[in-house]
């Protein structure tokens, strides 16, 4: 079994998740990367992405992260996110109504629209869409 290692996933608001894991994949604001065990201590910025964790059982969880911080130490992993959902929590109905109103947002600019907001909220709702596909599909 390869080494192991404290995990500790949580938005502003609640904890999302403790275990103890294999590895991670994180999306950083510089682009992809990984955590194994005994990665050297660091600080990352987290930003609107997939966070894939492969558990202690070998088990691949998936959640769906909107900005924040992890951090590397030496006794773990800790994510704070601004906001985090696990695939098995996302409302696929609210993630589509929610992918549908950016998409107009943009569709019908006018100069009251804030572009940028519109296609950040586009991008969340689209991740978490993605993260619930990946659920289903048993990934």
């Known amino acids: 079994m390869p080494p192991l290692y404290d995990l500790k996933i949580a938005a502003l608001d609640r904890s999302i998740s403790e ?40 088990q691949r969880t998936f959640f769906a992260v909107s900005g924040g911080v992890l951090e590397v130490t030496w006794g773990g992993v800790v994510i704070l996110a ?23 947002r943009l569709r019908n600019r006018r100069g009251d629209v804030d572009a940028a907001r519109a296609e950040a909220a586009l991008r969340r709702a689209l991740i978490r869409l993605r993260v619930a596909e990946k659920r289903r599909q048993g990934q």
């Not at 601004?82 to 107009?104: H, K, L, S, T, Y």
């Open 19 to 58: 275990c103890r894991a294999q590895s991670l994949i994180a999306c950083g604001s510089e682009g992809r990367f990984g955590v194994l065990a005994r990665h050297a201590p660091m600080v990352a910025e987290l930003a609107t992405g997939e966070l894939q964790v492969v558990e202690e059982t070998g």
């Open 82 to 104: 601004d906001a985090a959902e696990a695939a098995e929590e996302i409302d696929v109905g609210r993630a589509r109504g929610a992918q549908a109103r950016a998409e107009q």
